[in-house]
């Protein structure tokens, strides 16, 4: 029972009024049923459907704690979208999802519903872990091209956020991908060492002379998997995060991804049939100690499924599992 003392602004206004004020998760069929059943009393007595309440006077409610709270409203965005989603891992405070090739990371002029964020959140939102507008919002903490697939980061909180921002500043989390090269590599395994620069206006990365202004240093270690038919599976690590690191730096060596157009040749991919690069950013490893709030992570690995470019052109290997 819960009880009320009518205050000055409701004087002379009708109990209806009231209760329906007072129980905002109640219809009026079950305002008039708590009516008609004697749970709802003015001053201890059975008040008509038509009472008009006096300021100062006592109104006890029989009823049950639930139709007090106001009902969560659906969001007409988040509740209208069924969330395709590959999660790998997921916990209180963070997921690692499985973006396929063609999906985009985040929002942008051309494309609002079908990202990979926006249908994070609306699972998030459908599980009831998440409200829009309720403070922090899930977000992204790496992203990855369009037509890469491969696995993101997101951070259901901004514990999280700031934790794995920092841990991948340090290069505590280690990013392998995958990718097929044009032609065969001359070394088996190696490192590509560029400075690559960014241009205003520009979609594609360029290969900079040493010390030129806002050129940054791309540092990745390849092994070639296998070689067949004129393509190379490689294997790669990232040593920095740069734009377009992987494609750009094996272009520069002759050996563009397979696929890729931007930065190889669409006549030479012309008979490949793939609509965008073979790269696929497969594993993850979190090489640090920690007891905070990505602990589930701590000195973990985890990887892909499957690649399907990999099934595609080099059916007989095997991707070992960590």
């Known amino acids: 029972m819960r009880s009320i003392i009518v205050d000055k602004s409701w004087d002379g206004r009708r109990l209806t009024r009231f209760l329906q004020k007072t ?3 109640a219809g009026m069929g079950q305002i008039h049923k708590a009516l008609r059943l004697g749970r709802v009393k003015v001053d201890g007595k059975r008040p008509g459907e038509e009472f ?7 109104v006890e409610l029989y009823v049950e704690d639930s139709l007090f709270e106001a009902p969560e409203r659906e969001d007409p965005f988040y509740s209208k979208i069924h969330p395709k989603l590959s999660i790998l891992y997921e916990d209180a405070q963070v997921m690692l999802l499985d973006k396929r090739a063609g999906l985009v990371c985040h929002p942008d002029e051309g494309e609002k519903v079908h990202t990979l964020l926006t249908h994070a959140q609306a699972y998030l939102y ?3 872990e998440w409200r829009p507008g309720a403070g922090f919002a899930p977000a992204l903490c790496n992203r990855i091209d369009r037509m890469t697939c491969g696995i993101v980061i997101l951070a259901k909180t901004p514990e999280a956020l700031r934790a794995m921002d920092a841990k991948i500043r340090t290069r505590e989390v280690e990013k392998y991908y995958l990718c097929i090269v044009h032609g065969r590599m001359k070394h088996p395994e190696g490192t590509l060492c560029h400075m ?4 205003p206006g520009e979609k594609k990365v360029a290969v900079a002379r040493s010390g030129e202004p806002g050129a940054k240093e791309a540092i990745t270690y390849y092994r070639a998997v296998d070689e067949r038919g004129g393509l190379t599976l490689c294997e790669c690590l990232l040593g920095t995060g740069r734009t377009h690191q ?3 730096q094996f272009a520069a060596i ?6 890729d157009n931007q930065y190889g040749s669409a006549k030479r991919n012309a008979p490949y049939g793939l609509s965008g690069q073979a790269l696929c950013a ?12 990505l602990a589930g992570l701590s000195g973990r690995t985890f990887q892909v499924r499957e690649v399907p470019f990999v099934r595609e052109f080099f059916p007989d ?3 070992p599992q960590p």
């Open 196 to 199: 690559l620069l960014h241009r």
């Open 254 to 259: 002759g050996h563009p991804l397979l696929g």
């Open 282 to 293: 497969y594993r993850l490893h979190f090489a640090f100690e920690e007891d905070g709030v």
């Open 126 to 128: 459908q599980k009831g």
């Open 23 to 25: 129980l905002p998760a």
């Open 317 to 319: 290997v095997v991707i």
């Open 52 to 58: 008009v309440l006096a300021a100062g006077q006592r």
């Open 246 to 248: 992987i494609r750009a």
